[in-house]
């Protein structure tokens, strides 16, 4: 059966994506709303560039030796405080924790992509003019995320590793998904917001200068995505019908738990293990005799868990009501986190990043790419 579109405000109307006819309709380009135009001008104004060395020098970075130290700290790498570090050399451990570390930066370059696609698929079905033109933006400087994390993977691995199923089954239902409510919901709430606390996460603790500089740029533009997911809340939540909220909300519900249990785990990243002659079931059998429940709801308790970070968006979305709490009560307190500001995790450093980007951008002339001959 066809789910019907949930669209409230004309300005999340669709078309379907084949049908670029409804697009040169000569009435549809003076159909344009002015909700989008703050964040689309704003975009020149945290404009960056990942190949400009006058924002971030990937060839001057002071090299970082993954033998001898950890990108992120150790305690990050959960297979190191189980029985699975009884099983590894001083050597190994530094390895396991990085290319745990590898593991995450490639989900991250995944994700970057996985929202590019969506962007670009917003353009193709948003009727109104001013939603697509933002949906362009976006585009545009999630490209620039993927060359960013492109970049740093290049410098410090190599090669990226392969995305886990779960986020990748994810990322394709929401790409190729006709509707808005589950790419905005799915996209700019719930991975964008699993980002955000990601990279709030990594600014805060790597060791690493170069990362932590990309971080802080890419936070700079998400902080803005997050504002698109949340204008879209802000326009739909409250019209929508009974049925229509329970839709949002059971699906909102059921693809946290998914990304909850899933997201990183030792079944999704098993490559990485092979090479320490460590079978992956056994590993997530270490982890999970160490780790309980507890200790994840105490992990909870941190402002940038990614989880935490997530169901906040969800509540201040107003997704969440007492059909749902319960999933989410489970592992934080709800109350609490009603009380707390709505701004979403990183939005003040993203606030000075633009600051300090603006004053680059005074002074810059662009960099001319060069050119290359196709001969
Ligand atoms: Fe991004
Ligand atoms: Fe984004």
Known sequence: ???????????????????????????????????FDGIISATEDHFWDPIDAAYIDFRAAKPFDLAEDTIMPRHFTVELSCAVADRL????????????????????????????????????????????????????EEARHVTGFTRYVETRFGKPLKAGPTLAGLMNELVGSPYVYKKLVGMQMLIEGLAMGAFSTIHAHTRDPLLRR????????????????????????????????????????????????????AEQKQEIYHEFGLDWQWVRGSILEAFTDADRRQSM?????????????????????????????????????????????????????????????????????????SS
Request: glycine fraction near 4%.
């Open 1 to 35: 059966m066809t789910e019907k579109h949930i669209t409230h405000d004309p300005i999340y109307n669709t078309v379907h994506r084949d049908d670029f006819y409804s697009l040169i309709d000569v009435d549809r380009y003076g159909d344009r709303c002015s909700a």
């Open 89 to 140: 050399d001083e050597g190994q451990k530094i390895r396991l924790a990085n290319q745990s570390t590898r593991f995450m930066i490639s989900s991250l370059l995944h994700g970057e992509q996985g929202a590019m696609s969506l962007s670009a698929s917003l353009c193709q079905i948003l009727r109104d003019p001013g939603a697509q033109e933002y949906a362009a933006n976006q585009t545009r």
């Open 214 to 265: 990309l971080v802080q740029l890419v936070m700079s533009d998400e902080a803005f995505h997050h504002k698109f997911g949340k204008i879209w809340a802000d326009r739909t939540m409250p019209s929508l019908t009974e049925e229509e909220h329970e839709r949002v909300e059971a699906w909102a519900a059921q693809t946290f738990q998914k990304l909850l249990f899933n997201l990183v785990n």
């Open 301 to 373: 308790t941190e402002s940038t868990n990614i989880f935490r970070v997530l169901i906040k968006t969800l509540l201040k979305a107003g997704i969440i009501t007492d059909r749902t709490k319960h999933v989410y009560a489970q592992w934080v307190d709800m109350e609490e986190l009603a009380l707390e500001h709505d701004e979403v995790v990183g939005s003040d450093l993203a606030e000075a990043t633009t600051l300090e980007l603006r004053e680059i951008n005074k002074t810059r002339p662009k960099m001319v790419r060069p050119l290359r001959s």
